[in-house]
């Protein structure tokens, strides 16, 4: 009923920037909570940011300053911009959307991409 597509992931070298984005898409009644986790190898998946509808958002400690979310609720988008990129930032990176449904307004489930590569190398 609902997928979420990421775009924007690939390979960049140290101290540069990329721009991921998710779209929402399908029998969307209501999107509350929008945000981006990443999972590098090895390692548990973690939140980065997230945005709620309202447009108040909050980081994991250590990418406030270099990454900022923001979504446009009219496409059903969320955007994660990500700079001065640090070869700790490599990992596949998802989107994540609290939606609820046309046939069941009143109920929120939590929805996810299938992942974007993102590689910080020189």
């Known amino acids: 009923q609902v997928q979420l597509v990421e775009s924007g992931g690939g390979l960049v070298q140290p101290g540069g920037s990329l721009r991921l984005s998710c779209a929402a898409s399908?029998?969307?009644?209501?999107?509350?909570?929008m945000g981006w986790y990443r999972q590098a190898p090895g390692k548990q998946r973690e939140l980065l940011a997230a945005i709620t509808r309202g447009g108040n958002t909050n980081y994991l400690d250590s990418v406030k300053g270099r990454f900022t979310i923001s979504r446009d609720n009219a496409k059903n988008t969320v955007y994660l911009q990500m700079n001065n990129l640090k070869p700790e930032d490599t990992a596949v990176y998802y989107c994540?959307?609290?939606?609820?449904?046309?046939?069941?307004?009143?109920?929120?489930?939590?929805?996810w991409g299938q992942g974007t590569q993102v590689t910080v190398s020189s």
């Open positions: 994540s959307a609290r939606i609820s449904v046309l046939d069941r307004p009143g109920t929120f489930n939590d929805y």
């Open positions: 399908g029998m969307i009644f209501s999107i509350n909570v």
